[in-house]
């Protein structure tokens, strides 16, 4: 995975560096497991969320609750890397999983 300088500047600027380095290294071995390739644009927006993730995680903040019949279109392995992710950073509502799919389901459509 090569990253351009603004998603190694978030990750060197994150005070939470060691938990996004594992979680990021995780949805690297996921995506790969599936075949798909996010562009630098799309790794740099997906390591800002997962980010802010982390740090609601810690804080122990819930992001606005989400309509999950808004997310049907989006795959099934999209949202099962989703689902991996958020149990992986804990302490998360089940909302989360489905705004993290639309990174997964955007880099599954890359090759389409």
Known sequence: ?????DAKK?????PHKVALEATVAQIYGLLEKQ??????????????HVNEMIKRSIAGEKMSGVDPVMFE????EA???AD???QHIGNLPQ??????????????????
């Open 73 to 76: 279109e989006v795959s099934k």
């Open 10 to 14: 978030i990750i060197d600027e994150s």
């Open 95 to 112: 909302d989360e999983m489905y705004v993290l799919s639309i990174h997964f389901e955007a880099a599954r459509q890359n090759d389409s």
């Open 35 to 48: 075949a798909m390739q996010p562009t630098q644009l799309q790794w740099t927006i997906l390591i800002n």
């Open 79 to 81: 949202l099962a890397i």
């Open 1 to 5: 995975m090569k990253l351009n300088e």
């Open 84 to 86: 991996q992710v958020v």
